[in-house]
């Protein structure tokens, strides 16, 4: 009986791995076959969809996502820790409540925030914002409550004790902010703008409100194209933006982020 | 007295941030989401309330949304979306989270990888794997009619199946952290000293790890249906037509009908059905960090 069990769970763990990893293979072997029509002779491999990617027709919704998600990450970011920091660090009156109003934007599905905009900008006859300007503003009002709040988790854990000691050194508060605080929330900061720009990369429910015609990101190109069709180069796509997405994850890791973080939050 | 405390010190040294800095800092922040996020909520509320050509106020949209059974259909589609990848998610990541909560083994972090890398592919990705997979020439009909087993495809995307694997494989991530921090919790000499007293690994399982792990389950099983609820594209991809739901169906009045009342009537629909799933997830928490308090208070 116990055996069967341990069987049992193995098999399971076996089967749910599999469950987990089986459509990203199968995207990638789709991306390296030969025949538009994805079928079981995994045997046969060409590159080519690789090369169409570079085309005008890929490379102008990459741009725009790259442009995109670059402008999100940098606003959101110093949005966010500007505001973290008036919040918890300097505890200024009423935090709690602005706290919550921060972080509001985090219990409304991102459908909805999108209609809301859209309804916005359409009533106060603003549609010529729809496209880059209205895809910034939206994801920045979906990333910013992430960012505010790993920034303030960062504040609310680092040991204070260091502030104070640099206090009693005889350090002002710009030398305290300067030389002990931004350094010991770096890796907060960091992780909060790499997740912004990530979300606002790969963002589909607010996007799809707002783009136009000629002004679109890369994800919803790509949602728009696999309605008619499962072209393999839609496969390519995936795979090289997916490659992008874990390079620049290394590089923020490279500069001081997750990983450092986490060891921070070891201790 | 704040002030006056920091008058006292020689003028050389005080290179404070002057007192409106921090208000300074935090007015970008709320100026932004007081224009593009509680305005345009307003608004939206608003309209949700108004009549389409006077703008005057008025149910009629609500009304519409109970009578016009389109549109509670599809809310009860959501729900039962929602719920059956709530309990898939849950059942499927049990085994993984109970691995990773309790292995020591080098495999751990293999399979840690395995579990939370497809997070990181984005879900146009993962949607557009399982649609090779599930459609009509997709890889498991290719597979069974190459076989021979069948002789006309299985209908097996464009529905509600479809969309339940899609959604299941973007949540399940999720659903294993939160199962796998609850099952952490649990003390493992509690299960060692259950199997010394001779339980069976499945009495162990049932009357130790389950019932300890009710918490996690719960919290998997709200992220799951949260997450499902207000999903777009996997939906739209794997349901298409066949299988509508709130999300796929406000986008519509938005860019089809371009009904903006009746799409705000959908939105605060779906606002108000992931609002009471968190109600009921904050209610058992605090619920139960009150029992946990008390227990605990009395055993001391």
């Known amino acids: 009986m116990n055996r069967l069990i341990s069987i049992l769970y193995w098999v399971s763990l076996g089967a749910v791995l599999s469950f987990i990893t089986l459509p990203l293979i199968v995207v990638v072997a789709a991306s390296l076959s030969p025949t538009s029509a994805v079928t079981l002779q995994p045997w046969e491999w060409t590159g080519r969809w690789y090369a169409d990617l570079w085309s005008s027709r890929w490379l102008d919704p990459f741009l725009a996502s790259f442009r995109i998600a670059t402008v999100v990450a940098a606003i959101s970011g110093v949005l966010g820790l500007f505001a973290a920091y008036a919040v918890v660090y300097e505890r200024i009156p009423g935090s709690d409540g602005l706290m919550s109003y921060l972080l509001s934007p985090l219990s409304v599905p991102q459908i909805v925030k999108g209609v809301a905009i859209v309804l916005f900008l359409s009533m106060i006859g603003l549609q010529g914002f729809l496209g880059t300007p209205a895809l910034i503003a939206a994801h920045v009002v979906l990333a910013l409550p992430f960012v505010t709040r790993m920034v303030a988790t960062s504040l609310a854990n680092f040991d204070a004790n260091l502030d104070r000691a640099a206090q009693i050194l005889g350090a002002n508060k710009l030398q305290r902010i300067r030389l002990v605080v931004l350094p010991m929330i770096k890796p907060g900061v960091l992780s909060g703008v790499t997740f912004a720009f990530i979300i606002s990369f790969n963002n589909i429910p607010l996007s ?60 | 007295m704040k002030s006056l405390a920091l008058d006292l010190h020689p003028p050389a040294r005080r290179r404070h941030p002057p007192q409106w800095f921090p208000i300074a800092a935090l007015t970008p ?68 989270a109970y691995f990773l909560a309790r292995s020591t083994t080098r495999w751990r972090a293999v399979v840690f990888a395995l579990a939370l890398a497809p997070e990181l592919a984005g879900v146009v990705l993962r949607t557009y794997g399982w649609l090779i997979i599930l459609e009509d020439r997709g890889f498991i009909n290719d597979l069974l009619l190459h076989l021979g087993l069948i002789t006309s495809p299985l209908p097996l995307s464009k529905n509600l199946f479809a969309v339940v694997v899609g959604l299941t ?110 109600f009921v997830g904050v209610r058992y928490e605090s619920r139960r960090r009150s029992r946990a308090s008390v227990s605990s208070g009395g055993e001391r």
Not at chain 1, 225 to 253: C, G, K, Q, R
Not at chain 2, 216 to 226: H, K, R, W
């Open chain 2, 29 to 96: 922040s709320l100026l932004v989401l007081s224009v593009f996020f509680a305005l345009p909520m307003g608004m939206m509320i608003g309209m949700s309330f108004a009549q389409t050509e006077t703008l005057s106020p008025t149910l009629e949209h609500y009304q519409r949304f109970f009578t016009d059974g389109l549109s509670l259909a599809g809310f009860c589609r959501t729900a039962l979306m929602s719920l059956l990848v709530a309990i898939s998610v849950t059942v499927l990541g049990y085994p993984v």
């Open chain 2, 169 to 278: 494989h973007v949540v399940l991530p999720f659903g294993i952290l939160s199962l796998m921090t609850s099952i952490q919790g649990i003390d493992p000499n509690l299960e060692r000293a259950a199997q010394m007293l001779g339980a069976s690994r499945l009495a162990v399982i049932r009357t130790i790890v389950l019932p300890l792990s009710v918490p996690g389950i719960v919290s998997s099983m709200l992220i799951a249906f949260t997450m499902s609820a207000s999903a777009y594209a996997t939906p739209a991809l794997l349901g298409g037509a066949g299988f509508k739901v709130l999300a796929t169906m406000i986008y519509e009045q938005v860019l089809f009908y371009i009904d903006w009342p009746f799409a705000s009537v959908m939105a605060m629909a779906l606002l108000l059905m992931m609002l009471a799933i968190s």
């Open chain 1, 208 to 267: 799809v409100f707002l783009v136009r015609p000629g002004d679109s990101t890369l994800p919803i190109t790509v949602i728009n194209y696999l309605e008619y069709s499962l072209d393999p180069v839609l496969a390519a796509v995936n795979v090289a933006s997916m490659a992008f997405i874990l390079t620049v994850i290394f590089l923020f890791e490279k500069i001081g982020g997750f990983s450092a973080q986490l060891h921070g939050g070891s201790k």
